[in-house]
């Protein structure tokens, strides 16, 4: 069953409170589940070094725990001038979410990257549009 879901970017969560990140990362974007295990995304936001981001993944989550889902979203983003110099590079990411009729909750991460990527939690809410 295909449906399509819209966000407003992200907050974030980041371990690291010394370096002052921006942890209200607006923006817009979209998700489509194409079936119960994947999902094309893609959007635009504010991310936590304010900078503006852009991203597209597709998310495979093959894992049902309860009424969750686990699994993992790879694509590409920019926006991080510590990864290529704030050009397009490619990332993997940790992706559990939770769906009901109407809303939407994608939780995701990452550790620390050596001087490259900070660790940090990010939730995203959505509303379902379709």
Request: no cysteine; glycine share 10%.
């Amino acid at each position: 069953m295909q449906r399509i879901w819209l966000n407003a970017g992200f907050l974030s969560y980041h371990p690291d409170r010394s370096r002052g990140f921006r942890e209200q990362n607006w923006g817009f974007g979209a998700q489509l589940d194409l079936d119960d295990e994947w999902a094309l995304m893609g959007g635009q936001f504010l991310n936590s070094e304010n900078q503006h981001s852009h991203y597209l993944a597709a998310a495979w989550q093959p894992l049902k725990l309860g009424s969750f889902d686990l699994g993992l979203a790879v694509g590409a983003m920019d926006g991080y001038p510590r990864m290529s110099d704030g050009d397009w590079f490619l990332a993997a990411l940790p992706l559990l979410s939770w769906r009901g009729d109407h809303l939407a909750v994608n939780v995701t991460g990452t550790p620390k990257i050596r001087d490259k990527i900070d660790a940090m939690i990010a939730i995203q809410l959505m509303w379902r549009v379709w």
